[in-house]
T-cell receptor, first 116, second 114 residues
Framework: NAGVTQTPKFQVLKTGQSMTLQCAQDMNHEYMSWYRQDPGMGLRLIHY???????DQGEVPNGYNVSRSTTEDFPLRLLSAAPSQTSVYFC???????????????FGPGTRLLVL | AQSVTQLDSHVSVSEGTPVLLRCNYSSSYSPSLFWYVQHPNKGLQLLLK??????LVKGINGFEAEFKKSETSFHLTKPSAHMSDAAEYFC????????????FGSGTRLLVRP
């Protein structure tokens, strides 16, 4: 059981380039989410998904796209990278929906992104 | 609106002394509250959680937290710090429009001196 995995661990982009951050979980969790972590600001929710085929925006969605074609995978796409997107990105997953069962979210190890 | 405030950005203790990391929350309803720990260059790990059961919550590695509704606080404590406790700690509250949306505090970095 690998838990939540993220690739790559580190990436350098030039302004305007596109890329996809990969996230996968093998716990059969319905809920998955993407956060970005910036110094002094904790983690902020970018996008989330409550199941395959269903996604929604979080607090800071601009500049990012997501899709959820399978339960296991939840990739995050940067269409045209900007220096403001330099951050550490975390993917998380959780078993339950609202008010049901264990709401613990399990986090991946993170992807460090530098946009020049 | 819900929010969470971690009152100290940095806390420094000596090994073997008690740890206190302070967290206050704002919520119109009884929230679910969590403490997560992040070691350098690692992901976040759940320490403990409060979900309206016992107000004193015990977590991993000897940490515990007490939910105090009258003070809107959820402070994290440990009787005796260990060098391996040096990390960043996040207090987190779940949003009322969806219990799986989390609001993070800005974090407290714990330094443990030998």
């Amino acid at each position: 059981n690998a838990g939540v995995t993220q690739t790559p661990k580190f990436q350098v982009l030039k302004t305007g380039q596109s890329m996809t951050l990969q996230c996968a979980q093998d716990m059969n969790h319905e809920y998955m989410s993407w956060y970005r972590q910036d110094p002094g600001m904790g983690l902020r929710l970018i996008h989330y998904s409550v199941g395959a085929g269903i996604t929604d925006q979080g607090e800071v969605p601009n500049g990012y796209n997501v899709s959820r074609s399978t339960t296991e995978d939840f990739p995050l796409r940067l269409l045209s990278a900007a220096p403001s997107q330099t951050s550490v990105y975390f993917c998380a997953s959780s078993y339950s929906l609202a008010g049901v069962g264990d709401m613990t979210q399990y986090f991946g190890p993170g992807t460090r992104l530098l946009v020049l | 609106a819900q929010s969470v405030t971690q009152l100290d950005s940095h806390v420094s203790v000596s090994e073997g002394t008690p740890v206190l990391l302070r967290c206050n929350y704002s919520s119109s309803y009884s929230p679910s509250l969590f403490w997560y720990v992040q070691h350098p260059n690692k992901g976040l790990q759940l320490l403990l959680k409060y979900t309206s059961a016992a107000t004193l919550v015990k977590g991993i590695n000897g940490f515990e937290a007490e939910f105090k509704k009258s003070e809107t606080s959820f402070h994290l404590t440990k009787p005796s710090a260990h060098m391996s406790d040096a990390a960043e700690y996040f207090c987190v509250v779940s949003r009322m429009d969806s219990s799986y949306k989390l609001i993070f505090g800005s974090g407290t970095r714990l330094l443990v001196r030998p």
